[in-house]
């Protein structure tokens, strides 16, 4: 690559986009950085504030960098497309991962990129040959079968291979994650060493649109609906107390139930149908086997026999050794070697082999 190559990079402010643009533009490429605005200022106040000092920080990283950056408007975009999958999915009894709709449906949607640049700057500016983010990920290509891969990042404690499954061949050709091979300790060293003003600035935790991780008070203010109380029932059906709406609850959850129970209980099932939740003992949240729906490969165009895989079915979880079937052109089957705890409709199941993400799918 040379200065010819035009490169997109996605800066959100933080320490980890600052430092990918930094190393582009140490290959001799010509950048350009972009912040994606994606609250609407009248929906959250806090938000708009976080947004325009994040803003503030992508600029002046860009100013020291001497890097064109300007500012792309996708707040419709990010309330159709990932605020009202997430608020549909909790109200269906499910448990979303927005990141992953963020990443497949808004940042790295090319297309809408292009022609967001072409309406906000010059005449020709608005065509880029890469799209760089500051993702702990590797992109290769396998000469044999042609296809791009996406593998786990060296730092395997910073990895986010889990909330990038969803990319497709065309998006992976075309990005790029620098930050792969790097230890998150050394991006805050290279950001001191260039004395960025990210530098020090702590890591994100929570949902963005979410920062106070209340996901029910969200999604009523959000929404302007009261989700009623129901029954609290255990594995029998017996009613054993309320519950303050199912939203309000996840598989797996333990704090917060307001039952006073001989032995800890989980929630172990929620039907919005019925509008009950479920509580037993740890025991119950294991199971063998999952079926996944809206899939994604990336290693192979399908699965032509059963492979042996590992799987997460949570971002932080440890990966598990299973069988995965592809059952049908958009349908997975996962039988794990041992009995996997609190498996969440709604989660991402994502399949390895070794570093490389074979592919994944929504968890039914």
């Not at 490169?7 to 140490?26: F, K, P, Q, T």
């Not at 002046?60 to 990932?82: K, M, P, R, S």
């Not at 991006?187 to 990210?198: D, F, N, P, Q």
């Amino acid at each position: 690559m040379n200065i010819e190559t035009k490169a997109l990079i996605a800066m959100s402010g933080g320490v980890d986009s600052s430092v990918a643009a930094a190393l582009m533009l140490e290959q001799a490429i010509q950048c350009t950085g972009v912040t994606f605005r994606l609250f609407r200022e009248n929906r959250c106040t806090s938000l708009a504030d976080t947004f325009h000092r994040n803003e503030n920080d992508a600029k002046t990283v860009a100013l020291a960098l001497g890097i064109e950056h300007h500012e792309l408007d996708f707040t419709d975009e990010f309330e159709n497309e990932v605020i009202r999958r997430f608020v549909e999915t909790y109200e269906a009894g499910e448990t979303p991962n927005p990141c992953i709709e963020c990443n497949r449906r808004v940042k790295f949607n090319l297309s809408m990129l292009r022609g967001k640049l072409r309406c906000k700057m010059k005449e020709g500016l608005g065509d880029f040959d890469i799209f760089v983010t500051g993702h702990y990920a590797r992109i290769t290509h396998d000469p044999v079968s042609g296809r791009f891969l996406l593998r786990k990042a060296l730092d395997t404690n910073k990895d986010q291979s889990y909330v990038l499954y969803c990319l497709s061949q065309e998006q992976l050709e075309k990005a790029r994650f620098p930050l792969g091979e790097l230890s998150k300790h050394e991006v805050r060293k290279i950001a001191e060493e260039k004395k960025l003003v990210s530098a020090g600035k702590p890591d994100s935790q929570d949902i963005c649109f979410v920062p106070d991780g209340d996901y029910g008070s969200f999604i009523e203010k959000h929404t302007g609906k009261t989700y009623p109380e129901g029954d609290i029932i255990d594995p029998e059906g017996k009613i054993i107390g309320r519950h303050r709406g199912v939203i309000r609850y996840t598989v797996g959850q333990r704090r917060g139930l307001g039952v006073a129970a001989n032995i800890p209980v989980y929630v172990t099932a929620k039907s919005a149908a019925d509008n009950t939740v479920t509580l037993g003992p740890d025991s119950a949240l294991f199971s063998k086997a999952l079926t996944a729906k809206d899939i994604n490969l990336i290693a192979c165009a399908d699965l032509k026999k059963p492979m042996r895989v590992m799987v997460k079915t949570r971002y932080l979880q440890t990966a598990q050794s299973a069988v995965a079937e592809q059952t049908g052109e958009n349908s997975l089957h996962i039988e794990f070697d041992e009995p996997q705890r609190a498996i969440t409709p709604g989660q991402a199941a994502v399949m390895y082999d070794g570093d490389v993400v074979v592919g994944g799918g929504t968890i039914e």
